[in-house]
């Protein structure tokens, strides 16, 4: 009798066990320990090049981004690129009723761009499926490295435009994948705003002498986080 008793009592807890495993689920968040990230990152930028067309053309931007979690969600990053562009040098043309603005050529244009942003995660310090979407604000600076002036030598001086140094604010969203601990993909979508001003001899025409224009960044790479 004692022996019956014994077998049922252990085949009760051996079911009991069976079932509190089968409990157990999986949890599809996990902590990211790293506070710091380093970025590579390719992207195209959209640009508006303004009512008159004078801003830079899209293209192709390299660049890159260092992190560093404050605290909770809020992370601080640092960001720089090139932006290897082109505008289009415009002059003006005098007729009897009338003077009309024309493309005399294009201008190879290299511009550096330069940014903090304040980064909130949105699951916090950790994934989602090994995910982490996150939105983002910042400030910064988009300013000239090159132009090529030789396109518009020819143009009267009140009639040149220079990009020259430009205040830049961006807005945007993004997501990290993590294929590793330390290792994730990332991808931004991020509008980009600066301001283009025309020349003192381009604004007889009918548009705003200044106008903010919005110049959307599409990026992806890769990041090491430690």
Known sequence: MNH?????????????????AAQDIESPYGFVDPSQHANAFV??????????ELGP????????????RLSGPFVIEAQAALF???????????????????????ADLTIGLASADLRFDITGPRTWHRLMPFALLGVGAAFTLSDD?????????????RFGTRLLGELGLGVE???????????????????????????????PTEEWVQNFLLSAGVSFRF
Do not use: C, H, K
């Open 57 to 68: 053309e899209s293209a192709m931007a390299y660049g890159a981004r260092y992190g560093i």
């Open 177 to 207: 994948w993590f294929a590793a601990d330390r290792l994730t993909l990332r991808f931004d979508a991020r509008n980009m705003l600066w301001r283009i001003d025309a020349p003192v001899g381009l604004q007889q025409f009918d548009a």
């Open 84 to 106: 290897p562009t082109s505008r289009v040098a415009q002059d003006t043309v005098v007729s009897a009723t009338d003077t009309t603005l024309v493309a005399i050529g294009d």
């Open 43 to 52: 992207g195209l930028i959209e640009t508006d090049p303004g009512t008159l």
């Open 149 to 161: 002036e030789d396109v518009d030598d020819e143009v009267d001086s009140d009639v040149r435009y």
């Open 4 to 20: 019956l008793r014994f077998t049922i009592l252990a085949g009760f807890l051996a079911l009991s066990a069976t079932g509190a």
